[in-house]
């Protein structure tokens, strides 16, 4: 199966940063699309950033100049950077990958969060962000 984790997740104070991981086992990020997700308190899951397999990127416009999203290939491990953090940023934290290939691997070993209703092929368990003021 495929197991997308999470890691890197905390409390800091308004203005700090955090990196958050996610490295994936069973199957190579190279073969896929990769999106950060949150889900903050009340509010509905929404694309944070994502990464493509060319190298594009996407961020949210609450977090543009302020997150950056990154890749490394040798690690199968996608990275979310946020620095300037506000307390707006607290939540859940989930990566989630979209295959691009033809080539046919394992389940997802967690379920996709049920607010998270993107058409993504793996999700990770999510890891939690909590900016204090």
């Known amino acids: 199966e495929v197991r997308l984790e999470e890691s890197g997740g905390g409390s800091v104070q308004a203005g700090g940063s955090i990196r958050l991981s996610c490295t994936a086992s069973g199957f190579p990020f190279t073969e896929s699309d990769v999106g950060w997700y949150r889900q903050a308190p009340g509010n509905e899951c929404e694309t944070v950033s994502t990464i493509s397999r060319d190298g594009s990127t996407y961020y949210t416009d609450s977090v543009k100049g302020r997150f950056t999203i990154s890749q490394d290939n040798a690690k199968n491990t996608v990275y979310l950077q946020m620095n300037s953090l506000k307390p707006e940023d607290t939540g859940e934290y989930y990566c989630?990958?979209?295959?691009?290939?033809?080539?046919?691997?394992?389940?997802?070993?967690?379920?996709?969060?049920?607010?998270?209703?993107?058409?993504?092929?793996?999700w990770g368990k999510g890891t939690l962000v909590t900016i204090s003021s």
């Open positions: 989630a990958a979209d295959l691009r290939s033809p080539r046919t691997y394992g389940g997802s070993w967690y379920t996709p969060p049920p607010a998270c209703r993107y058409p993504m092929d793996y």
